[in-house]
């Protein structure tokens, strides 16, 4: 059973350290500050391959317990996608209960950033949804292990651009074992969302000379960015039967389901958005059913993490660029390895990722925060 579906299943309170049994998460840290109204948890899935490293997500969650579950998922996500994109990092998230329109201060994300800071190096924070750029300049006044910093503080500034390069990655790589070619002119790509990735993978599709469909909620934003690519704009509710070569989801979680999936015509599934399929093993298997590729996005998304990855040992834009373009690669070969297996390629995408855990595991169980690793986060945050 999945970790979601087990809190769903399980929603007291009693499910808690159940959940972290079943799921095989390290740690999970609640903090809380009466003076700024904090309300915080971090998870920490798994370090055996290192420091965990995730953003920290602000969110009105309507309940203590749901704020649970979408740290532990989250978390366990990290894990995941670390160890498929190759980095030596584990897997970790933090969640901050609350409306960022509402109670988010500097007094507040500078307390989360004293909390952080007390792991130790064991989480390494970083941006998330109702979390910006230069919010990341008041948690790191309270600690060094934290990513996703302004340019002008030697960080790698917005990561929606790099994540946005390695979704075109994988639409390449996913039209290549479709067609037997990469190129993408004349190739029609179905956007269900106008946000920051979005509007970048609009940009470089654009350069690449497909024809682009783009939905969105928000129709102003849908409509800007359509007119300055030449894109065709559509009703949110018409995107996801749109007829395509690709459907990119770049928008809500859980969007591949039992009532979206038969309205699919693309024969390519490849975008940004995170937790798309619904349920892995129902959703996942009637993708297989219908003979659609779906490209996991654990994997094709992974570019933002790796971006600020690259922070910690000096960030560079061409380097962290080139271990972006790998995702083409990462991509083919988990579509090959599902084809040859006959799995599923969320399975496939999960077998690599565990395998690589496991062949790590006897080295060491547990990330242990060294000298050397502080020191050089130190060298590289320090306040001055």
Known sequence: MSLSSELTQNPSDDSIFSSLTSSEHEQIVFCSDNRTDLKAIIAIHNTVLGPSLGGVRMWPYASETEAVHDVLRLSKGMTYKASVAG????????????????????????TFGRYVESLAGR????????????????????????????????????????????????????????????????????????????????????????????????????DSLAKTYGAECIEPDRIVSAEADVFCPCALGGILNSITIPLIKAPIIAGAANNQLKDEQEHGSMLVDRDIIYVPD???????????????????????????????????????????????????????????????????????????????????????
């Open 87 to 110: 980095l030596q990092l584990g897997g970790g998230k933090a969640v901050i209960i609350g409306d960022p329109k509402k109670i988010k201060n500097e007094a507040l994300l500078r």
């Open 123 to 222: 989480y390494i924070t970083a941006q998330d949804v109702g979390v910006h750029v230069h919010d990341m300049e008041w948690i790191r006044q309270e600690t060094k292990y934290v990513t996703g910093l302004p340019r002008r503080l030697g960080g790698s500034g917005d990561p929606s651009p790099m994540t946005a390069y390695g979704v075109l990655m994988g639409i390449k790589a996913a039209i290549n074992k479709h067609t037997g070619s990469d190129s993408l002119e004349n190739k029609t790509i179905a956007i269900q969302g106008a946000g920051k990735v979005s509007s970048h993978l609009v940009k470089f599709l654009y350069e690449e000379q497909a024809r682009v469909i783009v939905s969105d909620l928000d129709q102003d934003k849908a």
């Open 298 to 384: 654990f994997v094709i998304n992974a570019g933002g993490l790796i971006n600020v990855a690259s922070e910690l040992e000096g960030y560079d834009e061409s380097h962290a660029r080139g271990q972006i373009t790998k995702i083409y690669d990462i991509i083919h070969h988990i579509l090959d390895l599902a084809s040859d297996k006959q799995l599923p390629t969320w399975a496939a995408a999960n077998e690599i990722a565990e395998d690589r855990l496991q062949n790590t595991r006897h080295i060491h169980a547990m990330y242990t925060p060294s000298s050397h690793f502080s020191g050089r986060l130190g060298e590289l945050y320090s306040r001055k």
